[in-house]
């Protein structure tokens, strides 16, 4: 048969975002996946370049809008590294407690679109998305906002949690403990579901290693590393934190890892609930902070939702210099055209949408 | 670790074969009056970072690929070819990674002239 | 024909010997008749849209009219009102010809299948086999309309339609066999007489699955959607169709969920039989009881892949169809 080359995108519903995919298929298998960046690149790291510290966060923000927060954490604890500010004791668990809400929420995002690339309709998508909405009513509660938080100070946090935060939170994580039961049930029940998801898109650990993806994509190969577990922040250590490994390295693993990795997050934040010490968790106020930059150049991880989230930054006193993001989903997009080769043309969103991808993210 | 980049490519080789197979990012700072590329690298195995920086000569830029033992490099790669100007050499695809842009010089660089909207906001 | 049967049913009392009077009541009887089943088509694609709404938690269509039982209205009128455009490297003559050879072929098949049991504007010797025929012919087109848009989707589209027609008109046809073996009879009306006392849903189970998994096949509906997979192929062979010819499709998407479900009650549950409603009512709600089960499927599966499907037609579908036509053959033969 001949190689047809169709173009998928930049608009198209399942590329969660604008990204453009030159597929060349024989037939139904796909011979070739070139994907095309860019149409969200902002130039965030050049913008951070003639903006002071501060000013910084919300940009950050924008670049992972499944997970603002996470993105927000990771810039500011560069920043707080480079000018070697503490972080209150009780703000390191608010943080945790939040960053795992947040974790959560975009997690739920990857199983509502996960039945979306299937061709499911929309009816795991407003289930999962109902789920969502419950989280970020609860940040919105701990942050005065649904969506764009910056929340983070150095040092601690603009807002302090609200008295009866705690009791909703955990309502909330009951609720949704049941209900993922549920929702995993009602895709893994179904054997076109697993049909369409084991044994697709194949992962190796070798290759997964040597394309350098990360985070779930990472772990469902089996790969042991996640940043929470082996380059400990905050108090996941006092909170026994354990990472989730799978070995098929296919969709399914990768669907499966998230759904293990919801669990172990409610876990963490009912552990940070009981050991949260009482005090402070307000940061440094923005016109309290001396320009004072002690180290030259910081290298931050964080264990976002999508992956591992690395800032390199040359700090100059008032300003970075230079601040380099390591995204996650950059890397794990670049993965794509290996995982897809030889697949099905209908698989190639199933693949597409395991990865977890945010475009802006990726464009930076 | 600051290395030339005549060694460059025997570190690269010393750096696989002791485990660091994982690459954490490629990037690069200019300094203005040398331009520094930061390659990071993990070994999973025992969790160990290493970071090769190489000093390179604004009127000489070019590095080799290393795509042949990390292919997460590429990417990178082509980033930096779009956003700093550095040529790398001994690599295939020459398609540019983000899309078109007409303007001139490299955004990333720190003589990469602003536009004059853009001025008059700041 | 048509007018015999006509005459048929009438009874002496009404019948003519002028055949312009005969035909001109035909054409009010179709018309009529055309017209109450795309009032129940419509319908349906009002119900379609609130339970699948009630399953994913929405409110569904409830702004044009009540419960927003017109919003499948305005959307056809405004389909309707829209450009016809067809696209530049078509084949503009078939491309526009297509649709409406399909809603033809519709109309014949809404005819064929009688909605008033007693009232049939075709009862002919053959008019189960003559649904089966035309309903073979409209894949056909489907390829046709995905052929000369000239679009690559549709063309991927209408690779993957010879696929599916491949795995499920061979066993739907087998076990649509085994119920003529059954009643001994080609005819719509003997059909439903056989199955006064017991359904063939009963007497044969394994033809009775095997059929309904076939007709979701033929209906395009999930877990077979593939022909306009819209996660990979924006809408398959409807990407480059727009407008009146997209409202067409829609309309046609519709009527086939609802004579899919008439089909099935009529095959295999029983058709009109039942007590103590009228005849009409019986097979309406047969046909909408299966029609909304489909729609549940639809709303809680995920799509199958083309190479399942065809292991599922030949691994599945076709041996149990013949087993199923041995049995029919064997115990009621």
Same mark, same amino acid.
């Given at each position: 048969?001949?190689?047809?080359?169709?173009?998928?995108?930049?608009?198209?519903?399942?590329?969660?975002?604008?990204?453009?995919?030159?597929?060349?298929?024989?037939?139904?298998?796909?011979?070739?996946?070139?994907?095309?960046?860019?149409?969200?690149?902002?130039?965030?790291?050049?913008?951070?370049?003639?903006?002071?510290?501060?000013?910084?966060?919300?940009?950050?923000?924008?670049?992972?809008?499944?997970?603002?927060?996470?993105?927000?954490?990771?810039?500011?604890?560069?920043?707080?590294?480079?000018?070697?500010?503490?972080?209150?004791?009780?703000?390191?668990?608010?943080?945790?407690?939040?960053?795992?809400?947040?974790?959560?929420?975009?997690?739920?995002?990857?199983?509502?679109?996960?039945?979306?690339?299937?061709?499911?309709?929309?009816?795991?998508?407003?289930?999962?998305?109902?789920? +969502?909405?419950?989280?970020?009513?609860?940040?919105?509660?701990?942050?005065?906002?649904?969506?764009?938080?910056?929340?983070?100070?150095?040092?601690?946090?603009?807002?302090?949690?609200?008295?009866?935060?705690?009791?909703?939170?955990?309502?909330?994580?009951?609720?949704?403990?049941?209900?993922?039961?549920?929702?995993?049930?009602?895709?893994?029940?179904? @054997?076109?579901?697993?049909?369409?998801?084991?044994?697709?898109?194949?992962?190796?650990?070798?290759?997964? #290693?040597?394309?350098?993806?990360?985070?779930?994509?990472?772990?469902?190969?089996?790969?042991?590393?996640?940043?929470?577990?082996?380059?400990?922040?905050?108090?996941?250590?006092?909170?026994?934190?354990?990472?989730?490994?799978? %070995?098929?390295?296919?969709?399914?693993?990768?669907?499966?890892?998230?759904?293990?990795?919801?669990?172990?997050?409610?876990?963490?934040?009912? &552990?940070?609930?009981?050991?949260?010490?009482?005090?402070?968790?307000?940061?440094?106020?923005?016109?309290?902070?001396?320009?004072?930059?002690?180290?030259?150049?910081?290298?931050?991880?964080?264990?976002?939702?999508?992956?591992?989230?690395?800032?390199?930054?040359?700090?100059?006193?008032?300003?970075?210099?230079?601040?380099?993001?390591?995204?996650?989903?950059?890397?794990?997009?670049?993965?794509?055209?290996?995982?897809?080769?030889?697949? +099905?043309?209908?698989?190639?969103?199933?693949?597409?949408?395991?990865?977890?991808?945010?475009?802006?993210?990726?464009?930076? | 670790?600051?290395?030339?980049?005549?060694?460059?490519?025997?570190?690269?080789?010393?750096?696989?074969?002791?485990?660091?197979?994982?690459?954490?990012?490629?990037?690069?700072?200019?300094?203005?009056?040398?331009?520094?590329?930061?390659?990071?690298?993990?070994?999973?195995?025992?969790?160990?970072?290493?970071?090769?920086?190489?000093?390179?000569?604004?009127?000489?830029?070019?590095?080799?690929?290393?795509?042949?033992?990390?292919?997460?490099?590429?990417?990178?790669?082509?980033?930096?070819?779009?956003?700093?100007?550095?040529?790398?050499?001994?690599?295939?695809?020459?398609?540019?990674?983000?899309?078109?842009?007409?303007?001139?010089?490299? @955004?990333?660089?720190?003589?990469?002239?602003?536009?004059?909207?853009?001025?008059?906001?700041? | 024909?048509?007018?015999?049967?006509?005459?048929?049913?009438?009874?002496?009392?009404?019948?003519?010997?002028?055949?312009?009077?005969?035909?001109?009541?035909?054409?009010?009887?179709?018309?009529?008749?055309?017209?109450?089943?795309?009032?129940?088509?419509?319908?349906?694609?009002?119900?379609?849209?609130?339970?699948?709404?009630?399953?994913?938690?929405?409110?569904?269509?409830?702004?044009?009219?009540? %419960?927003?039982?017109?919003?499948?209205?305005?959307?056809?009128?405004?389909?309707?009102?829209?450009?016809?455009?067809?696209?530049?490297?078509?084949?503009?003559?078939?491309?526009?010809? &297509? @649709?409406?050879?399909?809603?033809?072929?519709?109309?014949?098949?809404?005819?064929?299948?009688?909605?008033?049991?007693?009232?049939?504007?075709?009862?002919?010797?053959?008019?189960?086999?003559?649904?089966?025929?035309?309903?073979?012919?409209?894949?056909?087109?489907?390829?046709?309309?995905?052929?000369?848009?000239?679009?690559?989707?549709?063309?991927?589209?209408?690779?993957?339609?010879?696929?599916?027609?491949?795995?499920?008109?061979?066993?739907?046809?087998?076990?649509?066999?085994?119920?003529?073996?059954?009643?001994?009879?080609?005819?719509?009306?003997?059909?439903?007489?056989?199955?006064?006392?017991?359904?063939?849903?009963?007497?044969?189970?394994?033809?009775?699955?095997?059929?309904?998994?076939?007709?979701?096949?033929?209906?395009?509906?999930?877990?077979?959607?593939?022909?306009? &997979?819209?996660?990979?192929?924006?809408?398959?062979?409807?990407?480059?169709?727009?407008?009146?010819?997209?409202?067409?499709?829609?309309?046609?998407?519709?009527?086939?969920?609802?004579?899919?479900?008439?089909?099935?009650?009529?095959?295999?549950?029983?058709?009109?039989?039942?007590?103590?409603?009228?005849?009409?009512?019986?097979?309406?709600?047969? &046909?909408?009881?299966?029609?909304?089960?489909?729609?549940?499927?639809?709303?809680?599966?995920?799509?199958?892949? #083309?190479?399942?499907?065809? +292991?599922?037609?030949?691994?599945?579908?076709?041996?149990?169809?013949?087993?199923?036509?041995?049995?029919?053959?064997?115990?009621?033969?």
């Amino acid at each position: 048969m001949s190689i047809t080359r169709i173009n998928i995108g930049p608009i198209h519903p399942s590329t969660h975002g604008v990204c453009r995919l030159v597929v060349d298929v024989d037939g139904d298998t796909i011979v070739k996946v070139e994907p095309h960046i860019g149409f969200l690149h902002r130039g965030v790291e050049k913008l951070v370049e003639n903006r002071m510290y501060m000013q910084c966060p919300p940009y950050m923000e924008k670049l992972d809008y499944v997970a603002p927060m996470s993105m927000d954490d990771l810039y500011v604890g560069a920043v707080e590294a480079a000018l070697g500010v503490e972080v209150k004791e009780r703000a390191k668990y608010v943080r945790v407690i939040l960053l795992e809400l947040q974790r959560l929420a975009s997690h739920l995002f990857l199983i509502g679109s996960v039945g979306n690339d299937l061709g499911l309709m929309f009816t795991m998508f407003m289930w999962a998305f109902k789920d +969502r909405d419950l989280i970020l009513k609860l940040l919105e509660e701990a942050t005065g906002q649904r969506m764009f938080y910056v929340n983070m100070r150095l040092g601690g946090l603009v807002n302090t949690l609200p008295k009866d935060f705690e009791e909703h939170t955990i309502d909330t994580l009951e609720g949704l403990e049941k209900r993922l039961k549920k929702y995993q049930a009602f895709l893994e029940k179904n @054997p076109i579901f697993i049909e369409r998801m084991k044994g697709v898109g194949v992962l190796k650990k070798e290759d997964a #290693i040597d394309l350098g993806v990360t985070g779930p994509v990472l772990r469902a190969s089996g790969v042991r590393y996640d940043v929470r577990k082996n380059n400990p922040y905050y108090v996941y250590r006092e909170l026994n934190f354990s990472e989730k490994v799978l %070995y098929d390295g296919d969709n399914l693993a990768r669907f499966r890892v998230r759904i293990l990795e919801m669990y172990e997050s409610m876990r963490l934040i009912r &552990a940070a609930f009981e050991k949260m010490p009482e005090g402070d968790e307000k940061g440094m106020p923005i016109r309290l902070i001396t320009p004072k930059a002690k180290n030259r150049i910081v290298v931050v991880n964080r264990e976002v939702p999508r992956g591992e989230g690395l800032i390199y930054m040359v700090a100059d006193p008032e300003k970075a210099y230079r601040l380099s993001i390591r995204a996650p989903s950059f890397i794990n997009l670049a993965a794509l055209e290996h995982i897809t080769k030889g697949a +099905r043309i209908a698989d190639l969103f199933a693949i597409f949408g395991s990865l977890d991808l945010v475009m802006a993210d990726v464009d930076r | 670790m600051k290395i030339e980049r005549n060694k460059f490519a025997d570190s690269i080789f010393e750096m696989h074969e002791k485990g660091f197979t994982y690459l954490v990012k490629i990037t690069a700072v200019d300094y203005q009056k040398y331009l520094e590329m930061v390659y990071i690298f993990r070994n999973l195995e025992s969790i160990e970072e290493n970071t090769l920086e190489i000093d390179l000569d604004p009127s000489d830029l070019w590095m080799p690929s290393i795509t042949n033992y990390y292919k997460a490099a590429d990417w990178y790669e082509r980033e930096l070819q779009e956003m700093f100007g550095v040529e790398i050499k001994g690599r295939n695809a020459k398609r540019l990674l983000l899309e078109k842009w007409d303007g001139k010089g490299f @955004p990333l660089r720190k003589n990469f002239e602003w536009n004059k909207q853009y001025e008059t906001m700041e | 024909m048509l007018i015999g049967s006509l005459e048929g049913i009438m009874g002496n009392g009404l019948s003519s010997h002028n055949p312009l009077v005969m035909l001109l009541f035909v054409v009010i009887y179709a018309v009529g008749v055309l017209i109450i089943m795309s009032a129940f088509a419509y319908v349906f694609g009002w119900i379609e849209r609130k339970i699948i709404a009630k399953i994913q938690l929405r409110h569904g269509p409830n702004q044009v009219g009540k %419960y927003g039982i017109l919003q499948n209205l305005a959307d056809i009128v405004k389909l309707i009102s829209k450009e016809k455009a067809v696209p530049s490297n078509a084949d503009r003559s078939l491309f526009i010809l &297509a @649709p409406q050879l399909m809603l033809s072929l519709m109309v014949f098949l809404i005819l064929l299948v009688p909605i008033f049991p007693s009232l049939q504007v075709a009862n002919f010797g053959l008019s189960m086999l003559a649904i089966f025929v035309l309903l073979g012919f409209s894949p056909l087109i489907l390829f046709v309309i995905a052929f000369s848009s000239g679009n690559k989707f549709a063309d991927l589209s209408a690779q993957r339609s010879v696929l599916m027609l491949m795995s499920y008109e061979i066993p739907m046809i087998i076990t649509v066999a085994s119920v003529f073996l059954v009643s001994n009879s080609y005819n719509i009306q003997s059909i439903v007489a056989m199955q006064s006392k017991t359904w063939f849903a009963i007497m044969l189970p394994i033809g009775f699955i095997v059929f309904f998994i076939a007709m979701l096949a033929e209906l395009e509906r999930p877990p077979f959607d593939l022909m306009e &997979a819209d996660s990979e192929l924006i809408a398959g062979w409807l990407t480059d169709v727009s407008a009146p010819y997209y409202a067409i499709a829609l309309f046609i998407d519709y009527t086939r969920m609802f004579l899919g479900g008439l089909l099935i009650s009529i095959l295999f549950l029983g058709g009109w039989n039942g007590p103590i409603l009228p005849p009409t009512v019986w097979l309406i709600v047969k &046909a909408f009881v299966i029609a909304i089960f489909i729609i549940i499927i639809r709303a809680s599966t995920v799509r199958m892949r #083309i190479d399942r499907v065809l +292991r599922l037609g030949w691994v599945w579908l076709i041996p149990l169809a013949l087993i199923n036509l041995v049995m029919a053959y064997v115990l009621f033969g």
